[in-house]
């Protein structure tokens, strides 16, 4: 068994994950994962599971808060609306 590196749990199903820059961390969860890999939208501070939207070097869950932010071009971006016939 390993601990997350997140909440402390020891748990047998645990799992690594290495990064680009050699780092490695242990979770035992993709909650855990996310709340420790994920980049933060830099105006609502939501967890950016997505491609989320980058502007001028900063990171945002979405179009909506790109624009919100009034960072640089941010007014031209949008978000995409695929057509979903379900």
């Known amino acids: 068994m390993a601990k ?6 020891d748990y047998a199903m ?3 994950v290495r990064t680009m820059t050699g780092d490695t961390y242990t979770f035992d969860s993709f909650e855990c994962a996310a709340q420790r890999l ?3 939208c830099e ?12 502007v001028d070097g900063r990171f945002f869950c979405c179009a909506h808060c790109a624009r919100e ?3 640089g071009r941010a007014a031209e ?4 609306v695929g057509s979903y016939s379900g």
């Open 77 to 80: 971006i949008k978000d995409t």
């Open 43 to 54: 105006y609502c501070g939501c967890r950016i599971l997505g491609h989320g939207v980058a």
């Open 38 to 40: 994920a980049p933060q």
């Open 4 to 9: 997350c590196n997140v909440c402390g749990n």
């Open 69 to 71: 932010s009034g960072s």
């Open 14 to 16: 645990s799992f690594e």
